[in-house]
Each structure stands twice: as structure tokens, then as C-alpha cells.
């Protein structure tokens, strides 16, 4: 058995105990083993007569590697027979329908013997579904209509997972000697938000023609490698376990911008870039910039050069869509892209009082570790029941608690710079704590080299130690306010009256129609209290579409008001869009983004945020939370009546 087999085996286990509602740790310690495994360069299978060495892969414990020795010995293993005899592998597939949580897919299949989509489809349409507890008519429709979007999804892949591969797989080719650089080309590069495959273009002295044989080679045989499509001479064709495609390009240092600047694409703009081209007397292709008249190569080895050669200023792979931004090249007016160290806060989180992991302090930690300057804690509301959201009485109590966590965390901050600048290490352990989260700030593995993860700098910045302390930290207390069916909010304006941020959305009757949604939202804006309109359109990122709206009336709205719309950082969400978002502009909206966090880790989303910004043209100034103080930020939000 081998290893990609074995990780599958892992992961579908993971999967089958997400059905049978098991405790998330023992389901991640499966998904994180299933990772560990397809990593691993050697193949497990040669090891289980030495159960010591499988304990040494990180991710991998006592009874895990038990697991492993039991896989490869029977072909399966305990746990797995058992909850076979429960549930059928393709069920798996369900949990990805909207509204088919764990629970709902083990009561159809204990009910109708209902274990795939196909299945579900036809029990669906033949209105069995109806007479199941609480899935009626419209659970039907949204299921139905699930099913049609997932298949047409199904071989698209979200960002953040895209990235996390290219990820992955750089380190691995990495590995080989004589190779310098690996960049994602393609839709990744410039930002979609899905992908449809991966173009990894690698250079370095191991690429050039004359040895790249053996490079090529090390490639063909990575671990992650599922079924290996292609081998040439330079470039190797594969699939991962997910079904994922990802083409692997070796390339000489001396035509590698050429590569990069024709593999990122899009197609409209290289089609509009060789006209310019043309018109000069040049031809672009893959391997180099030509005079037409004597084939001299004009540029080859960077994309700056290619581009300046033909006299334009470099564009950033986000704006490469051919919506103008060759004319403003060759203007010099395109604009100075935001990046991630233009932000100084973030203002969307959720911690343990609703469905957030986390408690305040730690998420503020987190923040602080991240290099930022201030933070809202925005918990939901009590009409999201499931999430444990906040009443009246519950939020003013939770708003307490907040400040409370502020006051002490600057009084933290303050004594931990007077302990650094006397050269005395902090004696409490609250103290001794911060400190250490701060100072052990990530570089995470991998962070330096690689071109795809722009949060260095920032992590950087946040780095520099005791100097660098942001004495004034700001926890601003906040909500999530639900907007009502009918456009209330789901709070009292008392209470409302009392917090920093009040991000008002939506998050249920999704079907109301285009008029009565617009209508809806336009009331949340008129309370004088929403300063902030979270994910503007509802869409979930291939699992589910915007909710009807008329945007533009929205936009406008909110930019006479003064409330400011949100980029949702999520990459489920990426809620404005780039072209939302560019439409935002022109309205003349105040932007912010936010990660809606829901555990600290998930402060890392902005990464997958920004780009999107980037792909909206937006620039530091675009953005309110890019005030270097919350007092700053403060001033520019809608004023409280
Ligand atoms: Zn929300
Ligand atoms: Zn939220």
C-alpha cells in the first residue's frame, strides 16, 4: 500500500467520524495525520517493522501509527470497518451540499438508505425528502438547487486551498538542490478567487537545459503525487489526491520572465499585449520578447523587462484582467496596490461567548502578534440561535467584558515595556506570556522564500521587539447585529448605542426576492447605529450563490450615509467581490476589510482578502481600517447620533 492510499484511507476515516458527530480533535488528528503522510518522501509501508520511525513523523502518535501498521497489514483498519458498517464513504461528498450538516446526512441515509448525490437527487424530486423531520418544501429547493451549483463547482478549487498546495509542493521541489525560485502562475497568481488547476513555474542552475533531466525527475516522484499525467522535458503533468491538476514547469533563468509573464495570463490581456507588441515590430511568446526583423531578443528573463520594452510600467499579476490597465501603464497611472502591511486593524471577529473558539484576550494576543494596532470583538446576535448569539442583556454584559480585557492588556503593555527598557525580564506570568507571544511571532516554515505569501514584511514589522510595542492597543467592543426578515435590527438601538463598531447582516431568509431583499437591507442602513454592512451579498465561495440584490442601489446608499461596506476576508466568502468592490469605489463607499475570524488562526485570512483588494484596484487609502490608531479609525466611521 502506499502512501497517497494510506492518507486517503486516513482522510475518509476523518470524514466518516464527521458523520457519526465525533469529537473535532479526534477528527482533525486523522485529517492532520492524513497530511503528514502524503508528505512523507519515504514510503511507509517499508517502515511498520519499525513502528519508532512512523512516530518520528510529526502528526503522527501512538495510536495512529497503529493505524498505519494495521493499513498496510489488512488493507483497513478497526476504526474504519466499524464505522462502515454505519455509513457509506460516498456520503462524504453530501457534507458539502448547503444545509447537509453531519447529522442531516446520517438521518437520510438511516431513514431512505440514501448515501450519494445522485440518490439524494432523485429521493429529492420524488418528494421523499418532505416527509422527514424539519425538511420541507423549501429545504428541497435550496437542496435541488445545491446539487446543480456543486456540480458545476466540483472541479474548482477555493484560493486559500490552492495556495496551501502550491505551498506544499514548492517545499518539496524545493528540497532538490539548484533551485531558486517557484512562483504559482496562472489564475492563483492573479488572484481568483477559485482555480481550476495549478501551473507551478520553477527556475534555478538545476533548471537549465543541459541537467534539468534530473530535476525533472525528483518531481515526477513526489510524495503528493496521486496519478502522474505527463513527463517531458521540462515539465511534469500530475494530480493530487483531491483531483487537483497541477503542471510543473523547470525553466532557464534566462527566459523565465517570459514563462511567468505568458503562464499568468489572463487571456485577454497577453491577446492585447502581443497587439501592442506587433505594432512595435516585437512578437511575445513563452520564451522571449523578438524584433520581428532579425529575432534578437529584446527581453526575456524578467516580466519588468518585458513590459518595459514595451513601454509600459510593470503591472501587478492581480490587474492582468485587460480592463485597463494597459492604458494606464502606458499613462503611469495605475495605482499603488494595497498590501498587507497597510493594515492596521481588523474589525470581525468572533470569540467562545457565540461560535467562536477563542476568548477575547487571546484573540486580542493574536492580533497583537499578527503586528496589528487595534481590533473589534464582534460577536453575534441572538437571532443566530445555533451560534449562542447575544441578547440585549448578554451583549452589554459581553461589551463590559471587553473593555475590561482592554483596559487590562495596556496596562499590560505599558508594564511590560517599562520591564524590557530596564533590561529585566517580566516577572508575572501574564506578562511573561504576552511577551513570549510576541516575540516568537511566525516566521512560519517556508515564509521567507516564498513569493505567494505577501504576510512576511508584516510579520516582520510586528518582530522588531520592545520598540515596537504597540502601546496602544485597542480591543473596541462590538457586535454582529442580524439584520430581521424585515430590516430591524435584531438588537435594541440602547444597546446598540453602546458599542464602538456595529457591523449589521445577513444571515437567513436568503429566498426573499431581489425587491424585498434591497428593501430589507436598505432599512438596516437607515438606523442610524449600523456603521458597518458585513458580507454585502451572502455568497459562500462555490457552495453558495449571492442572495439577490440590488447592489448598486445598496452602494450608493451606504456612501451618502456614511456606512461603511465590508470585503469579508474569508475565503469561503471574498463578500465584496472584486467588481463589487470596484464599484464600491466609484460610489465613493468607505471600504473596510475584516477576516471574520472565528479562532486566531483565522486572522491569517487577510492575505486572501487583500488580494482580492488588489484585484479591485484599491489602494491604502481605499481602506478605513488602514488608520494607524483606532482613534483615527473611530473618526472616520459614520458619526453615533
Ligand atoms: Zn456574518
Ligand atoms: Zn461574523
Redesign the pocket.
Known amino acids: 500500500m502506499d502512501n497517497i492510499t494510506i492518507a486517503r484511507l486516513l482522510d475518509e476515516t476523518a470524514a466518516l467520524l464527521e458523520i457519526d458527530a465525533a469529537d473535532p480533535f479526534r477528527i482533525r488528528s486523522y485529517r492532520r495525520a492524513a497530511e503528514a503522510v502524503e508528505q512523507q518522501t519515504t514510503q511507509l509501508a517499508t517502515l511498520v517493522a519499525e513502528p519508532k520511525q512512523l512516530l518520528a513523523i510529526a502528526g503522527i502518535g501512538k495510536g495512529m501509527a497503529a493505524n498505519i501498521v494495521d493499513l498496510v497489514a489488512t488493507g483497513t483498519m478497526p476504526l474504519r470497518e466499524e464505522l462502515l458498517t454505519k455509513y457509506k464513504p460516498t456520503m462524504l461528498e453530501l457534507l458539502r451540499l448547503p444545509g447537509m450538516g453531519p447529522k442531516t446526512v446520517a438521518l437520510i441515509w438511516s431513514a431512505l438508505q440514501v448515501a450519494d448525490i445522485d440518490a439524494l437527487e432523485t429521493a429529492a424530486k420524488e418528494g421523499h425528502l418532505n416527509k422527514l423531520p424539519r425538511m420541507g418544501e423549501k429545504f428541497t429547493t435550496k437542496l435541488l438547487k445545491g446539487i446543480e451549483d456543486y456540480r458545476k463547482n466540483s472541479s474548482r478549487f477555493r484560493i486559500d486551498q490552492a495556495r496551501e498546495y502550491a505551498d506544499r509542493i514548492s517545499d518539496l521541489i524545493r528540497a532538490f538542490p539548484g533551485i531558486d525560485e517557484i512562483t504559482p502562475a496562472g489564475s492563483l497568481r492573479r488572484g481568483r478567487e477559485t482555480v481550476g488547476d495549478l501551473d507551478l513555474l520553477v527556475t534555478g542552475p538545476a533548471c537549465e537545459a543541459s541537467v534539468v533531466a534530473a530535476a525533472v525527475e525528483h518531481v515526477a516522484s513526489l510524495p503528493l503525487i496521486d496519478k502522474l499525467l505527463a513527463k517531458g522535458q521540462n515539465k511534469v503533468s500530475f494530480t493530487l489526491r483531491n483531483n487537483l491538476q497541477v503542471d510543473v514547469r523547470l525553466l532557464p533563468r534566462a527566459s523565465y520572465g517570459a514563462a511567468l509573464q505568458y503562464f499568468t495570463g489572463s487571456k485577454m490581456h497577453n491577446v492585447a499585449l502581443r497587439q501592442r507588441a506587433i505594432k512595435r515590430g516585437l512578437t511575445l511568446s513563452e520564451y522571449a520578447l523578438l524584433r520581428l526583423e532579425d529575432n534578437n531578443i529584446v527581453a526575456a528573463a524578467t516580466e519588468a523587462e518585458i513590459y518595459n520594452a514595451l513601454d509600459l510600467d510593470y503591472i501587478p499579476p492581480e490587474l492582468r484582467e485587460n480592463s485597463g490597465e494597459l492604458e494606464a501603464a502606458a499613462s503611469h497611472t495605475l495605482p499603488h496596490l494595497i498590501t498587507i502591511e497597510d493594515i492596521r486593524g481588523d474589525l470581525h471577529m468572533h470569540t467562545d461567548a457565540t461560535d467562536g473558539r477563542d476568548t477575547i484576550r487571546q484573540m486580542a494576543e493574536a492580533a497583537l502578534a499578527r503586528g496589528l494596532a487595534y481590533i473589534a470583538i464582534t460577536d453575534h446576535s441572538k437571532n443566530l440561535a445555533m451560534t449562542n448569539g447575544l441578547d440585549d442583556v448578554r451583549a452589554l454584559a459581553h461589551i463590559k467584558r471587553i473593555r475590561e480585557v482592554d483596559a487590562e492588556l495596556q496596562q499590560d503593555l505599558s508594564e511590560l515595556a517599562d520591564a524590557l527598557a530596564k533590561d529585566t525580564p517580566p516577572t508575572n506570568s501574564r506578562l511573561a506570556n504576552l511577551w513570549t507571544q510576541l516575540k516568537n511571532l511566525p516566521p512560519r516554515p517556508g515564509l521567507e522564500n516564498s513569493s505567494s505569501r505577501p504576510e512576511a514584511a508584516h510579520f516582520a514589522a510586528a518582530a522588531e521587539g520592545p520598540a515596537s510595542l504597540p502601546l496602544n492597543f485597542r480591543v473596541l467592543p462590538g457586535i454582529?447585529v442580524d439584520i430581521l426578515a424585515d430590516g430591524a435590527l435584531d438588537l435594541d438601538d440602547s444597546t446598540l448605542a453602546q458599542m464602538d463598531i456595529v457591523i449589521a447582516?445577513v444571515?437567513g431568509h436568503f429566498n426573499q426576492t431581489i425587491e424585498e431583499m434591497t428593501a430589507r437591507v436598505l432599512r438596516a442602513l437607515e438606523n442610524p447605529y449600523t456603521r458597518i454592512l458585513?458580507?454585502p451579498t451572502g455568497r459562500k465561495v462555490l457552495s453558495r450563490e449571492p442572495y439577490a440584490i440590488h447592489i448598486g442601489q445598496i452602494l450608493k446608499r451606504a456612501a451618502e450615509l456614511g456606512v461603511a461596506v465590508e470585503h469579508n476576508a474569508s475565503p469561503a466568502r471574498a463578500d465584496l467581490n472584486d467588481l463589487h468592490l470596484r464599484l464600491a469605489k466609484e460610489h465613493g463607499c468607505k471600504i473596510v476589510i475584516n477576516t471574520?475570524a472565528h479562532a486566531t488562526e483565522e486572522l491569517d485570512q487577510m492575505r486572501h482578502g487583500i488580494t482580492q483588494l488588489r484585484r479591485a484596484w484599491l489602494t491604502k487609502e481605499d481602506l478605513l481600517n488602514t488608520q494607524p490608531t483606532a482613534e483615527s479609525l473611530l473618526t472616520q466611521l459614520r458619526p453615533k447620533p
Open positions: 454582529e447582516s444571515h458585513g458580507h471574520d
